[in-house]
């Protein structure tokens, strides 16, 4: 069964004080990694995806890495609006089905 | 106009009750699903569809039922609401024709309230 697990479940960090989040996942033949933002009452927002162990996005202050088994989202110097939910999901096998974790819920205070 | 319109945005029915959450999209997308997402549960896959004469179970479908009635319309459907059905409810989409660094796009989301 595809597994992802995200940690930790709540962080919450001064303006300026840069972290990383962690995403584990077991999925078989991961064909993505993905990285969404989820506001309050709203939808998930596409961020970054990752196909290869390696390889690396970034987009202004996030940059996401991914290996074999896992896959980070750092984030440089934070600032409030980057409070948000934050999700991982793994895409795998044929039918290239997303299966979620639980979310990091980042709290970044000035 | 949002590229993906979920409607109602919020919903209060009785336990029993039928009730239809209708989904729309203007990204010409063929391949459409739908999520529910619980406080610490995460997002989880109730049926997807990818095209209008194929659908497909996800990990929670019992007690929903859906309805593909175009390419841009994915259906949802609680034949018999009940309490633990209340839950925020996601509708997303992707093209299959897209490369792996696409990915889903989801809409506002109905929250769902059943009592």
Known sequence: ?110 | DADVTQTPRNRITKTGKRIMLECSQTKGHDRMYWYRQDPGLGLRLIYYSFDVKDINKGEISDGYSVSRQAQAKFSLSLESAIPNQTALYFCATRSSGQGANYGYTFGSGTRLTVV
């Open chain 1, 1 to 110: 069964e595809d597994q992802v697990t995200q940690s930790p479940e709540a962080l919450r960090l001064q303006e300026g004080e840069s972290s990383s989040l962690n995403c584990s996942y077991t999925v078989s033949g991961l064909r993505g990694l993905f990285w969404y933002r989820q506001d309050p009452g709203k939808g998930p927002e596409f961020l970054f995806t990752l196909y290869s162990a390696g390889e690396e996005k970034e987009k202004e202050r996030l940059k996401a890495t991914l290996t074999k088994k896992e896959s980070f989202l750092h984030i440089t110097a934070p600032k409030p609006e980057d409070s948000a939910t934050y999700l991982c999901a793994a895409g795998g096998g044929s039918n290239y089905k997303l299966t979620f974790g639980k979310g990091t819920l980042l709290t970044v205070n000035p």
